[in-house]
């Protein structure tokens, strides 16, 4: 099975993709309609049942906590991502909704559908919804194979496979023709990414289903988090998946003929799926095991209690409709009193972010950014328009940081053993507030997240889990996983770890240096 570009990352795919396909057709760009394709019935989430594999951690926190608090644990080692969402859906009983920006049809791709078509063997209704740029990617040569497999899935009685903003025509030529007719709808993607069992449990944060998200990449593979949550945060989430599920913006995957061939490493073979599950990293984590009543009966001892608010932006996206979750992330910036810590992969400010680091310094606030270097990023494009910001950050006050491509924590957190991969990327999206209040979701500080993509995250008051995660993103600030970009004598900037001091930014290799003069001279908006 193939991907283009897997040393680059889908990020940079799409990234690069939306720069250079926008330099050609930004005179064609219009008002963002919704497709004209005729609406699947609406539907919703079933309520929580008593017999729920859940049921016991979520009433065990609300004994204690009350009612409308949930218990949280935040998924940062790749391998314990994984294993959650595979305990998840083996433990399910009735229902798995599963959103996400991306699902490739790669190893992990492979492995979680086989899962969640066994779930549905088992009688468990499974609702997926992914943005329909995730049907270009099992070969973006054959398009339409995908959409048959795809097709074929959701044949299954337990299973609705639907997909937001979607191309009426499939192949790769009709895409092209119609992202150039209709720049301005299919500009904008759906970049959430969570997953609801049984209406009880949760998984919210920044990961897709790709290989380079839960360490098995040889090429490169992305520090990223996520956080589970049991109880009424479950519940919210649920409702933002209903929400898009029934969105005008959102059909179901396209019938094709019965008689149109599936590749040869369909996430239906058998054999495919045994030799998957031979992976090296796969057979050492145990992700062959399907009872999890362990870690279930012992959820209540990880979880730490907080009540919970699930953000999102409205699917829609008009002249009357704009996103909800800069303003949402704005104002849980300025709630901070004492102290910030923001941890974020793609970085590009805007007079508003600006204002509010300074407003915070005003107050004295402490205010600690990391973000990627230009050595761990997978979009040099990205970098380009950062760089210039640097300087105008740290001069208001506010402490910057940079993950180094060799961070310390890539063989433990990063990596899936025995696997190594090339470097190390940030994906992360997160926040602390005060170590009382924190924030882990899908979105960037960019204007692509702010203006064009939908978002969604989930901002947690919990006092013990805001200071667990403080004390990783501190960790992960030190100057064995990051540089400090700091102000020299001279004015000049400098970057400072373990590692000694760079009087320019580290890269991997001259050809990032390259690509990051070069994506200087394209708008920013398009990454």
């Not at 897997?6 to 926008?22: I, N």
């Not at 609801?196 to 988090?225: K, Q």
């Not at 699917?315 to 901070?336: E, G, K, V």
């Not at 004598?489 to 000694?500: M, Q």
């Amino acid at each position: 099975m193939t991907r283009p570009d897997a040393g680059a990352g889908f990020a940079g795919l799409r990234r690069m993709a939306a720069a250079l396909l926008g330099a050609a057709t930004l005179v064609l760009t219009g008002c963002a309609t919704p497709p004209a394709w005729q609406k699947p019935p609406a539907e919703a989430a079933p309520a929580p049942r008593a017999e729920c594999r859940f049921a016991a951690a979520e009433e065990a926190i609300a004994a204690v906590n009350g009612p409308e608090t949930s218990g949280f644990n935040l998924l940062e080692r790749s391998g314990r991502a994984l294993q959650w969402r595979l305990a998840l859906i083996d433990s399910a009983r009735y229902s798995i909704d599963l959103q996400y920006y991306v699902w490739f049809g790669d190893t992990l791709g492979r492995l979680m559908m086989d899962r969640v078509i066994k779930a549905a063997d088992r009688g468990v209704r499974v609702r997926i919804l992914f943005d329909d740029l995730s049907t270009m990617l099992h070969d973006m040569t054959h398009v339409e194979l995908r959409d048959a497999l795809l097709a074929r899935i959701d044949r299954h009685p337990n299973i609705q496979i639907r997909v937001f903003n979607a191309w009426e025509q499939r192949s790769i030529l009709g895409r092209a023709f119609g992202t150039a007719a209709d720049f301005g709808r299919l500009n904008r993607r759906m970049h959430n990414k969570q997953m609801i069992v049984d209406n009880r449990a949760a998984i919210i944060g920044g990961r897709n289903l790709g290989d380079e998200y839960f360490g098995i990449n040889p090429d490169f593979n992305f520090y990223d988090l996520d956080v589970l949550g049991i109880g009424p945060v479950a519940r919210q989430a649920s409702a933002v998946f209903d929400r898009y599920w029934n969105s005008e913006w959102v059909r179901a995957i396209p019938r094709t003929d019965d008689g149109v061939a599936l590749p040869p490493d369909s996430e239906l073979d058998a054999t495919e799926m045994a030799e998957l599950m031979a992976h090296p990293s796969l057979v050492r984590l145990g992700a062959a095991r399907t009872d999890w009543s362990p870690e279930i009966v012992g959820l209540p001892a990880l979880l730490a209690p907080g009540r919970s608010e699930v953000h999102t932006d409205s699917p829609a996206r008009d002249a009357a409709t704009r996103n909800h979750m800069p303003d949402a992330i704005r104002a849980l910036m300025r709630s901070a009193r004492r102290e910030l810590l923001i941890t974020n992969a793609y970085i590009i400010p805007d007079a508003n972010f600006m204002a509010d680091l300074e407003e915070l310094a005003g107050r004295g606030v402490r205010v600690r950014i990391l973000t990627n270097s230009l050595s761990s990023h997978d979009v040099p494009a990205v970098n380009s328009h950062y760089g210039p910001w640097r300087g105008r950050i740290l001069a208001t006050g506010a402490e910057l940081y940079e993950l180094r491509s060799d961070a310390a924590i890539r063989p433990e957190i990063v990596d899936l053993p025995p696997l190594a991969a090339g470097f190390v990327g940030l994906h992360t999206k997160a926040m602390v507030i005060d170590r009382e209040r924190a924030f882990v979701g899908s979105m960037n500080l960019d204007p692509r997240s702010e203006i064009i993509n939908s978002e969604m995250g989930v901002i947690i008051a919990s006092p013990p889990l805001a200071a667990n995660l403080a004390q990783r993103m501190e960790r992960d600030m030190a100057g064995d996983n990051a540089w400090q970009v700091v102000v020299a004598g001279d004015g000049s900037l400098r970057w400072r770890s373990t590692a000694g001091v760079l009087d320019r930014q580290p890269a991997r290799n001259f050809m990032q240096r390259v690509e990051d003069f070069v994506f200087k001279f394209f708008p920013a908006s398009m990454y």
